[in-house]
């Protein structure tokens, strides 16, 4: 299946225009659920989605659609889950198809009515859903999906264009419920903070990339192309796992000089519960970063006062020690292999 199959069979089930406010039938939405679950079980449709994805979304926010059907307003996007990430209880007041594209989600749902009438979440239920579960919502509905495994997660959906807060509008304050709209904004950081808000956000958009190329990597030799722009896109941690992938080998070496990036942040070693941290800092902000060992801790002082190193040249530890570190903070983007600097 393609994309453009998919979306002709919203045209052949009828679904209402997008500036009619009446819901399609709940069968029909069930014949997209069938549709998009036969899609996901083949290469061809989930290559086309994250190809759409990676050109179209590229650093963009989360659930930022990369494909809107035409005339009917239904949105297509992704969602990227980190290891623990919760969205918080919420509602759907329209339809919409949901599938785990990759690894996990568990989903906890609540009852809408009981929820209304007590004005607090009511729990329903708790489920599993591994990658290639699918499924759909047909008017109100509270839940909240969350990733528990150590792995990013990634979940497809197909939104009806009139999906929204009601509940609230009804009952008024539901104790439990997450916001309909953005938490007001914090008060705007000073400008030795937005270094570390812009460092954080870049390591962010890489460990998406990442999730990315582990859903890719499973394809094998069809995904080749794709594996190979994520590769020219990423930081050398992306670049890294984006190799593997590909069946290539690229990695650090003992004598790999790696240079400072994150300019404007300083870096800091400091000790909290009985082991060493390497932390981030600017201005008054903080951000942990590696948590090692208190016998550790000369390795993480010479990494937070170096500009340029050799993983060989971390003191304290054995080779493969020094190894890891330098891997982890190649993919924090804290350090860079001197050579991948312009990229």
Request: hydrophobic residues 45%.
């Amino acid at each position: 299946m393609r994309l453009d199959e998919l979306t002709a069979l919203f045209g052949q089930l009828g679904f209402p225009r997008a500036e009619d406010r009446e819901r399609p039938p709940r069968d029909h939405v069930r014949a997209v659920e069938g549709a998009v679950r036969a899609g996901l079980s083949d290469d061809e449709l989930p290559l086309e989605l994250l190809a759409l994805e990676i050109e179209r979304r590229d650093g963009a926010p989360d659930l930022a659609p990369f494909h809107v059907i035409p005339d009917l307003g239904v949105r297509v996007a992704f969602a990227y889950w980190r290891p623990g990430r919760a969205a918080g209880a919420h509602e759907h007041s329209d339809w919409t198809v949901t599938a785990v594209f990759h690894n996990a989600l568990d989903v906890a749902t609540f009852d809408w009515d009981a929820t209304a009438r007590a004005r607090r979440l009511v729990p329903k239920r708790l489920f599993s859903a591994e990658a290639g579960r699918v499924g759909h919502i047909h008017g109100p509905c509270i839940h909240d999906p969350r990733n528990p495994t150590p792995r990013w997660s990634i979940s497809l959906h197909l939104f009806g264009p009139h999906d929204g807060p009601v509940i609230e509008e009804q009952v008024g304050p539901v104790e439990g419920l997450s916001p309909p709209a953005p938490r007001a904004a914090e008060p705007a950081p000073q400008a030795d903070e937005d270094a570390l808000s812009a460092a954080l956000a870049s390591h962010e958009r890489e460990c998406v990339r990442r999730a990315q190329i582990d859903a890719l990597a499973r394809r094998g030799a069809p995904a080749a192309a794709l594996l190979a722009r994520l590769h020219a896109r990423g930081d050398a941690g992306t670049r890294r796992r984006a190799a593997r992938a590909l069946g290539r080998a690229e990695d650090l070496d003992a004598r790999t000089v790696l240079a400072r990036r994150w300019p404007g942040v300083d870096l800091d070693a400091a000790s909290s519960a009985g082991r060493a941290e390497l932390v981030a800092r600017c201005g008054q902000r903080a951000q942990p970063l590696l948590r090692v060992e208190a016998w550790a801790a000369p390795a993480l002082r010479a990494l937070a006062s170096a500009v340029e190193l050799r993983p060989r040249d971390i003191p304290g530890l054995a080779e493969a020690e020094q190894l890891a570190l330098a891997r982890a903070l190649v993919d924090w983007g804290t350090f860079q292999p001197l050579e991948a600097q312009e990229n």
